[in-house]
């Protein structure tokens, strides 16, 4: 019944910027947390950002920071990531998530156990 659709990737080179969308697909359902996570081929699925709808708490990986920035579209189910300054290690598939009744703490985490609805991916590369 809600679905999130992402937009947004491809591929740039280093120090190039990318903006990734992800909208949910209802105005009714309480979503308390939607964030970013990324996985490169062999490796683990990493938490990259996240946003709490409570207080617009966030979380953003070490990796990410200073870098990339999550944000909100305030009308609209809509999350955004802003990615600057990318590095060939950024490179993986993006996905985007949501979760209903999250605890702000566990929304800001970084993990992603409490996240149930997910979007379809998007390929990031980053050439050097």
Request: a positive charge; one cysteine or more.
């Amino acid at each position: 019944q809600v679905q999130l659709w992402q937009s947004g990737g491809g591929s740039v080179q280093a120090g190039g910027s990318l903006r990734l969308s992800c909208t949910a697909s209802t105005d009714t359902v309480r979503i308390d947390c939607m964030g970013w996570f990324r996985q490169a081929p062999g490796k683990e699925r990493e938490g990259v950002a996240t946003f709490y709808r409570g207080d617009g708490g966030t979380y953003y990986a070490d990796s990410v920071k200073g870098r990339f920035t999550i944000s909100r579209d305030n009308a609209k189910n809509t999350v955004f990531l802003q990615m600057n300054s990318l590095k060939p290690e950024d490179t993986a598939t993006y996905y985007c998530a949501a979760a209903r009744w999250l605890p702000r703490s566990t929304c800001v985490s970084g993990g992603y156990g409490g996240f149930v609805l997910w979007g379809q991916g998007t390929q990031v590369s980053v050439s050097s």
